[in-house]
């Protein structure tokens, strides 16, 4: 059975032979070799290389081809910041920079850098036509976050016309680019939309959920699968994702993945994840990545559950810990050596923390995985500074 075959098998909620295993290699595929991000999230060429090493290297059942949030936002007029190691950044919205919602009109095929991304899959489909490629859209909400950026958390309030109006226009850019993946030959389309993880259950409702459905419709109409990524603490969402009949919700370290799966089994959905990115892939061993990815896939079981890290992996993740866990996936004897193996406890040494909290002003910690390249850190981080002024001399 093919790694396609096989995922589709978990899509539909069938027992598999072995748990499916989706690398999520974004820039981590400009490592393979030998590129920086921005050479490499630049050029279909580079894309397609990565991809044929990282299939080479770990035998993944699926793989995305692009796993970069800011592609629309960029064909959009937003302004990015680009890093050797990370994906770019979103620093401008033209929504609070002069432009008005009506200005904005829905990209097409070869503005930015969808032209590149969609010839990356043209030829990722033909190179690997016994692998499931995922084409990943950006969410209609974190998209309305790289346009309006954290005002929207006020309008959702005080304008809620305004914000509806929004979510409709980023919406049809996001079925824009599900058609043009689907075009373009991938099975899987994943709509990912982290910022969703900063919002309630109400305003998932009230804002997300129309748009949403929408979407996960009209990828169904096209006989292809969808999935529905989200980071962060998302906890409370779960379920009101699942009312947008996705057929896969792809979830990270952050949320339990025994709750996802009672949650999503209950409703007849299939589900991902949900591997540490940073303290087991990023700086774990690979006898570390073994036995978590063990962990992951006795909770996931072989029914409707996907292994895969909880986002985008970190660029300079060892290739040495995906190998690690390739072997486990697809070696039952290594999987009952990690199951037998005597789990060690690791040290944890806590800072010193005497003195905290003794200044003369409130202290706001802003804890985050990278607030350079991922959405959520990076927009929380912002709405702080913003409000920090109105706060002058007491934080």
């Not at 499931?132 to 809620?160: C, N, Q, R, S």
Request: charged residues 25%; proline residues 6%; contains cysteine.
């Amino acid at each position: 059975m093919t790694g396609k075959e096989l995922i589709k098998k978990a899509f539909r909620l069938e027992e598999t032979e072995r748990i499916p295993w989706i690398p999520f290699v974004g820039c981590h595929g400009g490592i393979l070799i030998g590129k920086d991000a921005e050479e490499y999230l630049k050029s279909a060429e580079f894309i397609v290389a990565g991809i044929d090493e990282a299939v080479n290297r770990y035998n993944p059942d699926g793989l995305p081809v692009m796993f970069d949030l800011q592609i629309e936002a960029e064909a959009l007029g937003c302004e990015l910041v680009w890093a050797d190691n990370n994906p770019p950044a979103v620093v401008s919205h033209p929504l609070v920079s002069g432009k008005n919602l009506n200005d904005l009109k829905i990209p097409g095929p070869s503005d930015g850098r969808i032209g590149e991304v969609m010839k990356a899959c043209r030829q990722s489909c033909e190179n690997h036509p016994d692998i499931a490629l995922y084409g990943l859209v950006t969410g209609p909400f974190t998209l309305a976050l790289h346009l309006l950026g954290t005002d929207i958390f006020i309008k959702m309030f005080e304008d809620e016309q305004y914000v509806q109006e929004l979510m409709a226009f980023t919406k049809s850019v996001a079925l824009f680019m599900t058609e043009q993946y689907i075009k373009n030959g991938c099975d899987v389309i994943a709509m990912v939309d982290p910022m969703t993880s900063q919002i309630g259950p109400d305003q998932f409702r009230q804002f997300v959920l129309p748009a949403a459905t929408e979407i996960f419709s009209f990828i169904r109409s096209k006989g292809v699968l969808g999935s529905f990524f989200v980071c962060g603490y998302a906890q409370q969402n779960i379920e009101v994702m699942c009312d947008c009949k996705p057929d896969n919700v792809s979830i990270d370290e952050n949320i339990p993945l025994d709750y996802v799966k009672e949650v999503c089994l209950k409703n007849n959905i299939s589900f991902g994840g949900n591997m540490k990115l940073t303290v087991v892939l990023l700086m774990g061993t690979k006898e570390d990545c073994q036995s978590h990815a063990m962990e992951c896939m006795e909770l996931g079981g072989r029914k409707g559950f996907i292994l895969a890290p909880g986002c985008d992996l970190p660029m300079d993740t060892p290739t040495e810990n995906l190998e690690a866990v390739t072997e486990i996936v697809h070696d039952p004897y290594q999987q009952d050596v990690i199951k037998a193996l005597e789990k060690k406890e690791k040290e944890i040494i806590l800072p010193d923390m005497a003195d905290y909290g003794k200044a003369d002003k409130v202290i706001v910690d802003i804890i985050t995985l990278d607030s350079e390249s991922c959405a959520p850190c990076q927009y929380m981080v912002e709405a702080v500074k913003n409000v920090a002024p109105e706060f002058e001399g007491i934080v």
